[in-house]
């Protein structure tokens, strides 16, 4: 664990222990739940902590905190500063400095913190909640006077947003604040079956009630910590059903703080409110946000278009170089040329990776020919999650029939995500082998189904089937020398054989280029357990 991790591991047993005495029922969140289920602990990047927890249990905390009169700890909440931006609380210990560049100038406090995201009951109709989404869209940005100078937002969004301003004119900000949070935040908890996740930027907002359930303990590093009942479920449902793999190091995500576990915020505070002008700064933001919301609606157009036609650009250099050098890609698919391809289409995948066309959600077509070429590798080879994407923007915004070719590829990213969803969501290891041997025979040259029939295949297995495994496995990494699961189950058959010594060679080989979570966790507990200690 890192320092700031150690620290953090104190402030949650702290908060796990006030909740228990007080029995108040909260769950991991965030980065902190896909840590407790993926690593037993903190994601090896993680900087902050997170939790979920419903709003009369947050109050709760409130309560228990100043019951038992506990020194140098507070709840920031949304309603209580003026300058507090943020929409949801924290549990803050202010004998300890945690600066974030965000809440510069605030005078709220400022000391390390667990972010507690909590959840509202929601009526059951459909619509009721789309407005209620709506509402939380303005009032975060009412509650913010920071400008995300990237948003997205419609006309409509933009007519509605004005009305509340000219409302906080007249009534004040305060009071249209607290007017929306009567609006949203006031249903009965009785018969609801969907609840409404208060966080700034969510996969999702609406989560239903079943997913909470019952708390359920796991382990997070040397204690253990609750997570809701359906956990892998909730998981699946935010982050999608390859939420257990391990993002590449491009794709994790850290904070800028400046921290100090020692020294009270207001020590940094006080020295540097000397040299800020508070309220000029407040004012310069305010003044900067109103002008992108004044010229957002332009760029929210004009933006797109931009890198729309820059993105063409990319694909007629692609189309003219293959016509230059004579290359017909689907016949470089069928020679198995996919290095070839992978330079050839590599431009096209720089652009549509690039921050503008995330955000915005762009689809940059290209002809259904190349556009199969450059996927199929992508639904073979392990990364899915990329094909997957854009697939589904081929099948969303052009309006021409897929081609067979294109269809089995979306059909193999369904298969896939099915098979993931039921192993790590629904966690039905018996419905899942039903349906990888179905898949697998379907597709035997897809990585996912052959990955996860040897896995089943090793479950059933013992010492008689190794030879006939082990020359399968070989054959798999012959044309995947590098995948860390194939790794992990080449230790698994040499273990079969009894040669320990070749099995922790390769377990350590797979552990540095696994990208299946449990597969990493059960090779470092495996090491801890036999040799008390793991060194990466």
């Not at 047993?13 to 739940?33: T, V």
């Not at 975060?140 to 409509?156: D, G």
């Not at 289409?345 to 921050?355: E, N, R």
Request: charged letters at 35%; one cysteine or more.
């Amino acid at each position: 664990m890192t320092e700031t991790q150690e620290y953090l591991l104190k402030l949650l047993k702290e908060f796990d222990e006030l909740c228990q005495r007080h029995d108040i029922d909260y769950y991991l969140a965030g980065g902190s739940l896909i840590g407790a289920l993926r690593h037993e602990g903190f994601l090896p990047w993680d900087d902050d902590a997170d939790v979920h927890i419903s709003a009369k249990n947050a109050e709760r905390v409130i309560k228990a905190i100043e019951e038992e009169g506990l020194k140098d700890r507070h709840v920031m909440i949304r309603t209580e500063s003026g300058d507090y931006m943020n929409v949801h609380w924290r549990y803050e210990n202010t004998a300890s400095t945690l600066l974030m560049r965000g809440l510069t100038g605030s005078t709220g406090d400022q000391g390390q913190f667990i972010d507690m995201f909590l959840y509202y009951p929601l009526p059951n109709d459909e619509k009721e909640q789309e407005e209620v989404v709506k509402k939380f869209d303005i009032y975060k940005e009412l509650k913010s006077q920071n400008a995300n100078i990237n948003s997205q937002r419609s006309r409509e969004y933009l007519e509605e947003f004005y009305k509340y301003k000219k409302r906080e004119k007249k009534e004040g900000k305060k009071e249209v604040i607290r007017a929306l949070e009567e609006e949203m935040f006031n249903y009965p908890e009785e018969g609801a079956t969907h609840t409404f996740l208060v966080c700034p930027v969510p996969p999702k907002h609406i989560v239903p009630v079943e997913m909470w359930g019952k708390p359920r303990r796991v382990k997070f590093e040397d204690t253990y910590l609750p997570v809701p009942e359906q956990a892998e479920r909730y998981l699946a449902y935010h982050y999608g059903p390859s939420w257990f793999e391990v993002p590449s190091h491009t794709e994790r995500e850290s904070h800028i703080f400046v921290k100090d576990f020692d020294i009270p915020f207001k020590v940094y505070t006080n020295e540097y409110d000397k040299h800020i002008d508070v309220k000029g700064f407040y004012d310069s933001e305010v003044r900067k946000k109103d002008f992108w919301f004044e010229i957002m609606h332009e760029r929210n157009v004009v933006n797109p278009r931009i890198r729309k036609m820059q993105g063409l650009r990319t694909v007629l250099e692609i189309q003219n170089k293959a016509k230059l050098y004579n290359l017909n890609p689907k016949e470089m698919l069928e020679r198995g040329e996919t290095m070839q391809l992978e330079v050839l289409f590599a431009p096209y995948f720089k652009q549509i990776s690039t921050d503008d066309y995330k955000y915005w959600g762009l689809y940059l077509d290209m002809p259904d020919d190349y556009l199969y070429a450059a996927l199929y590798p992508f639904c073979f080879n392990g990364k899915y999650q990329v094909a997957r994407k854009v697939l589904s923007g081929r099948r969303n915004e052009v309006n021409r029939e897929l081609t067979p070719e294109l269809s089995r590829l979306c059909k193999i990213c369904d298969n896939i995500d099915d098979l993931l969803y039921t192993m790590y969501g629904d966690c039905n290891e018996e419905k899942a082998e039903e349906l990888t041997y179905k898949y697998y025979e379907e597709e035997p040259e897809v990585l996912y189904f052959m990955r996860q029939k040897l896995f089943f295949d090793l479950k059933k297995a013992d010492g008689k089937d190794a030879d006939q495994l082990m020359k399968e496995c070989d054959e798999l990494l012959s044309k995947w020398p590098r995948d860390g699961e194939l790794l992990k189950y080449k230790g698994d058959i040499y273990g079969l054989k009894g040669d320990i010594e070749k099995s922790e060679k390769c377990y350590r080989k797979a552990f540095y280029n696994v990208a299946n979570g449990y597969c990493m966790t059960w090779i470092k507990n495996y090491f801890i357990e036999k040799y008390g200690e793991f060194k990466y």
